[in-house]
């Protein structure tokens, strides 16, 4: 989940201490509150959010249940009420193409969709190759009608399809030792990350196989991945952990105890969010990780930034910047 390079913000926009030295980083610098703070706002459902993007038409949020918001002038509006089949399947991961114009999610039991944000058609792309696990997380590379749909399982495979997800075009390969893949994030056309659930970092440049690239004595669990460029990824995970790859070694940094879910870093490593536990929510600036104050205690699952920054979470959580 990541703002995919400069360009395709144009289009979309208006560890304690002691473990970090262990590892060569350094710890969280300090806890302030945002200059601007976070504010929660009004949400149609009650179901957690588990990831939220901006697309053309504005941002736009998935959830339990297979509900689907869009964020309008008037407040945040259910689009979707029960997935792409209908069934009610719980969506987990979204992403949105280089154009902006469709958004992709997935979730439980095989559910795959993708929602033309310009004319609100859903198409329902579920159960590829007749499968039918859990699908954890989605990115997307091209423009809408001829995306490339790379689909992180719960089974430890990836899914992908260079045929914007067309019937027959699908196939899979299993990077790991078949842990869950968390979370997926492409920087380039065919050239991403995932983490999985055996704390490790793979990178493809093909889309289609995998390479190892990290992450030993992590010692946590991974969630979130931030796909800048083959010498730029960003990871969060459990115990307050985030890492950086520059291409030739990882950096941690300690924030706390908090799992953090998600993150995104700006393309030069200037500014960024990460979210998790209890409402936590760390930005970058100046090199450093800050906590930043918010009026919620609900696990945060996701965040984007944009015009207005987003984080959403549990119990239809939808904190705004």
């Not at 945060?300 to 904190?319: P, Q, W």
């Amino acid at each position: 989940m990541s703002d995919r390079n400069a360009t395709r913000r144009g289009v979309l926009k208006g560890i304690g201490a002691t473990a970090a030295a262990a590892l060569g980083g350094t710890a969280l610098s300090g806890t302030v509150a945002a200059a601007d703070p976070w504010e929660s706002v009004e949400s149609p459902t009650g179901n957690t959010l588990h990831d939220v993007e901006y697309t053309a038409a504005g941002a736009y949020a998935v959830a339990g249940g297979g509900i689907v918001l869009e964020r309008t002038s008037t407040g945040w509006q259910k689009v979707i009420g029960g997935g792409p089949t209908g069934n009610g399947n719980s969506l987990y991961g979204a992403d949105v193409t280089d154009d902006g114009k469709a958004l992709w999610f997935v979730g439980a039991s095989g559910a795959i969709g993708e929602y033309d944000v310009e004319s609100g058609v859903l198409t329902d792309h579920s159960a590829p190759m007749d499968v039918t696990n859990n699908f954890n997380d989605v990115s997307v590379t091209g423009t809408a009608g001829e995306a490339n749909v790379y689909v992180a399982g719960d089974s430890g495979k990836m899914y992908y399809s260079f045929e914007n997800g067309a019937s027959e075009t699908w196939d899979y390969t299993t990077p790991g030792s078949g842990s869950a893949i968390n979370a997926v994030d492409f920087h380039g056309v065919r050239s991403g990350h995932i983490v999985d659930g055996n704390k490790s970092v793979f990178v493809t440049d093909d889309g289609a196989t995998w390479n190892k690239i990290g992450l030993a004595d992590a010692n946590v669990n991974f969630y979130g991945v931030d796909s800048d460029g083959p010498d730029d990824v960003w990871v969060s995970g459990g115990g307050g952990m985030i890492f950086h790859w520059n291409g030739s070694e990882w950096t941690p940094t300690d924030t706390g105890d908090a799992g953090l879910r998600d993150i995104e870093v700006t393309d030069d490593d200037s500014t960024g969010y990460t979210v998790g536990g209890g409402g936590k929510v760390y930005a970058l600036g100046g090199g450093d990780w800050t906590q930043e104050e918010t009026p919620a205690g609900e696990n945060l699952k996701a965040v984007v930034r944009g015009g207005t920054d987003i984080a959403v979470g549990s119990g239809g959580t939808i904190l705004e910047k």
